[in-house]
């Protein structure tokens, strides 16, 4: 079982920029990996998603702002947030999708 640890959260202005890190205890060659993150009172939601081959995926609602990418060689998966809002405010988790591990979560807080 792969372990993740997620750090780089925050408080941000809006309009401003964070970069989360997301390091796992092996190799993360073979996982497809994802940030999903829940506001309060709010469901988990898919924020961007990077399979074994750097294809990407990103929710709508931050398309244009924030880039996954994923460094195996460090065991690391990192999104860049740019132009955050304020409805970006959550807890971002790291998750390798398809075997449900989870981080513990880093809180990202938009807010002037």
């Known amino acids: 079982q792969v372990q993740v640890v997620e750090s780089g959260g925050g408080v941000v202005q809006p309009g401003g920029s964070l970069r989360l890190s997301c390091a796992a205890s092996g190799s993360i060659a073979h996982y497809v990996l994802g940030w999903y993150r829940q506001a309060p009172g709010n469901q988990h939601e898919l924020v961007a998603s990077i399979t074994t081959i750097s294809t990407t995926y990103y929710a709508d609602s931050v398309k244009g702002r924030f880039t996954i990418a994923r460094e195996n060689a460090k065991n690391t998966v990192y999104l860049q947030m740019n132009s955050l809002k304020p409805e970006d405010t959550a807890v971002y988790y790291c998750?390798?999708?398809?075997?449900?591990?989870w981080g513990q979560g880093t809180q990202v807080t938009v807010s002037s």
């Open positions: 998750v390798v999708i398809g075997y449900n591990y």
